[in-house]
């Protein structure tokens, strides 16, 4: 035997046979670690979360989609992954009023799976349900119209709407709004349907409540710019004989001109130009055609009558057939 382990041959084979053995026990045990570790984790995004609760109330706090971990075997969460007929819930329906803390649970998952939400709690808050009627406030942006046009109004039909949501965000409503959109360069009015928004103090908008109806018709009122100017009269050329006129007095105080905003702004009266000498000692009345000013474009009355406030001196006054040669001809023939 001693000679058998001194001679190097045999060293050689028992190291060969060991080195084998060591081999396979390592693969052996390889295979156990495989088998043991077929499980697999996996993440699925945005999974829909179910919430149950009595309808009568209002629920707020709870996340439209969670995140589902599932840990198990690759097949069974292939499988889980592609039938999708398992649920994420919470269940609010034994719960009081007020906030609370609730766990999410999973229905249909395979035993074989081991699964974690995140989150795995959700702060929710029970509202009572309360319906408040408010009046809107239609709006548009005026950098819209064209250049030398204003908006004169906005008239909204139904001007009320019904808001149903829980009592806190009823209560922190501020503005119901509804707001007209259109394409630039608005020269006339027209009717469009606007969307209604509630907003908060700070114009955030408010959610999980609903509105009925959710967009009226407004009705939007275009003009062209314009001012009231006073009116002043200028008169031109001299009254006839006999005749002196003290003051005008026009029918209207002031004239709605029309036009570009920097041309309208810039006046600062009308001025209406009348003739003296188409005032008679009969006839202290002239009716003014207004004409429209230069870079304006209209006026609005486009006629006005002036009134004149004479002195006669009949003394000085030519007979009527004088003043008409056609009459005082007709006389010298008889």
């Known amino acids: 035997m001693d000679k058998m382990m001194d001679n190097p041959w045999f060293l ?27 499980r697999v984790s996996e993440m699925i995004e945005d999974v829909e979360l179910q919430v149950y609760y009595d309808e009568s109330l209002m629920v707020s706090g709870v996340p439209e989609t969670v995140d589902l971990y599932l840990s198990g075997p690759a097949s ?66 005026e950098r819209l119209l064209a250049e030398g046009f204003v908006l004169d109004g906005l008239t909204v039909e139904p001007d009320k709407v019904t808001v149903t949501g829980p009592q806190s965000v009823i209560n922190a409503i501020s503005f119901v709004k509804a707001t007209v959109t259109g394409e630039p360069d608005i020269k006339e009015s027209f009717t469009a349907e606007a969307r209604v928004r ?25 003009e062209e710019y314009s001012r009231e100017l006073p009116v002043r009269i200028e008169s031109t050329g001299d009254p006839q004989t006999g005749i002196t006129i003290n003051s005008w007095t026009p029918s209207s105080e002031q004239v709605r001109v029309f036009g570009p905003r920097s041309v309208v ?12 000498n188409s005032v008679t000692a009969t006839d202290t009345t002239l009716d003014v055609e207004l004409p429209i000013p230069s870079g304006a474009s209209g006026v609005s009355p486009g006629e006005m009558q002036v009134e004149a406030d004479t002195s006669v001196d009949e003394s000085l006054i030519v007979p009527e057939e004088l003043e008409n040669p056609e009459i005082a001809d007709g006389n010298d023939e008889e």
């Not at 053995?21 to 390592?26: A, R």
């Not at 509630?198 to 275009?222: G, H, Q, Y």
């Open 12 to 38: 050689r084979i028992m190291a060969l046979f060991l080195a084998f053995l060591l081999f396979f026990s390592v693969q052996t045990e390889n295979n156990t670690t495989t088998t043991e570790t077929g």
């Open 76 to 141: 069974i969460i292939q499988t889980t992954r592609q039938l999708d007929d398992y649920t994420l819930f919470i269940d609010l329906r034994s719960l009081p009023l007020g906030e609370h803390q609730v766990p999410i649970q999973t229905e249909n998952l395979s035993e074989q799976l081991s699964a974690r939400v995140d989150p795995a709690f959700v702060n929710v808050v029970l509202e009572e349900r309360v319906s408040q009627e408010f009046s809107i406030d239609a709006e548009m942006n």
């Open 198 to 222: 509630v907003l908060a103090e700070d114009l955030t908008k408010l959610d999980n409540v609903t509105i009925e109806p959710e967009s009226v018709a407004v009705d939007v009122t275009v």
């Open 265 to 276: 702004d810039a006046m600062e009266e009308y001025v209406i130009e009348v003739e003296a």
